[in-house]
């Protein structure tokens, strides 16, 4: 099982009763005392998972045929501290290998060893469950950072004019709100009716923060078509979220709105060029920053928390940047041929 949290109720995580008892109380601690968010939480038991069952692999407790191929299978429930203590910096390095070879990114190795942080540090630092910290003066470096891919105007328009659906009006709206308000898909799929008012929409971002998106008329519009059809459906199983299923008429799962994305994008022919839900994030932030909204007003829109995040998207504004270089005052300067100098303006020899 990938994911434990629910679409339905993102605030609600299961137990996590498949990893050792030490990271189950690690779990408890973020989400009780630190206040993590439950997709934060998430990601933390999903990697500590991956690492003890590398860690199996290592104590001769399983194959590595096992972890490749029927990882579930590895129990990690009866794993002690005493074993825990014994977890050395080379340990941590070699899993860090390990999935590097795995095809994991410079991103994923360093969300891994973050979470392998936060669990030795708490062992070490705040339990005094371990004498040292095995990850302490690890470092991968600083990942680079890669321009986000993004859908032109044009593009985006064509999305918008070829969607093939059985429900149209709704994923119309879907796609519009990706594109006018720059949400995450966490977010969209959590859009409660109740959340709309005077003009606004009320998103719970990361770490469940709130902030106020102000809805623009092609987002208006797309409401008032699909509000109605809603409304009509005859088996409205949850009537507070905003986007259900035709069919069960329940709250659409992250995973159902990446299938209509997908599908829209291909009746676009635009599929296979690595677009997603999140790709049509940063293709409504770049479209609004070279429409000449301000950074600060780009950072609240999208829920940054600092503005260094939104920062990148100064860097993909290359429009912009030719026009900057076009206003130059020298830029119409052409090359003149010179004249060849008379011998009395020769002067000394060029040597």
């Not at 680079?144 to 969607?163: C, Q």
């Not at 923060?209 to 809805?215: F, G, H, I, N, T």
Request: proline fraction near 5%.
């Amino acid at each position: 099982m990938s994911s434990y949290i629910d679409a339905a109720h993102p605030e609600r995580h299961a137990p996590y009763l498949d990893v050792p008892d030490t990271v189950i109380e690690y779990l408890h601690y973020l989400d009780f005392v630190k206040l993590r968010s439950p997709r934060t939480v998430n990601g933390y038991y999903l990697d500590l998972r991956g690492f003890f069952r590398h860690m199996m692999v290592t104590w001769s407790l399983c194959s590595q045929q096992t972890l490749e191929t029927e990882p579930e299978k590895i129990d990690l429930t009866h794993i002690t501290l005493d074993q825990i203590r014994a977890i050395q910096k080379r340990d941590i390095l070699n899993y860090l290998d390990y999935v590097r070879t795995n095809e994991n990114g410079p991103k994923a190795r360093a969300r891994k060893l973050s979470a392998l942080r936060g669990f030795f540090g708490y062992l070490c630092n705040q339990m005094n469950q371990i004498p040292d910290d095995p990850t302490a003066n690890i470092s991968l470096g600083t990942p680079k950072k890669s321009l986000p891919k993004y859908l032109s105007a044009d593009e985006s328009i064509d999305l918008l004019n070829n969607i093939q659906s059985d429900f149209y009006e709704r994923d119309f709206c879907i796609l519009t709100m990706f594109l006018n308000c720059g949400m995450r898909l966490a977010e969209l799929i959590t859009i409660n009716l109740s959340d709309f008012k005077d003009g606004t929409i009320r998103i719970t971002g990361k770490g469940g923060k709130e902030r106020l998106v102000y809805l623009n008329s092609a987002c208006q519009d797309a409401l008032d078509h699909y509000l109605p059809a809603r409304a009509a459906l005859p088996n409205l199983a949850d009537p507070n979220a905003l986007f259900v299923s035709k069919r069960t008429g329940k709250r659409l799962t992250a995973r159902r709105v990446q299938q209509i994305v997908e599908r829209c994008l291909q009746s676009a022919g635009l599929s296979g060029r690595g677009y997603s839900p999140h790709k049509l994030r940063h293709t409504a932030a770049t479209l609004m920053y070279q429409g000449g909204v301000d950074m600060l007003a780009l950072k609240e829109i999208l829920g940054h928390e600092n503005v260094s995040t939104t920062q990148i998207y100064t860097h993909i504004n290359q429009q912009q940047l030719r026009d900057a270089v076009a206003a130059s005052p020298l830029s119409k300067h052409r090359f003149t041929p010179q004249q060849a100098p008379s011998e009395e303006d020769s002067g000394e020899d060029d040597t």
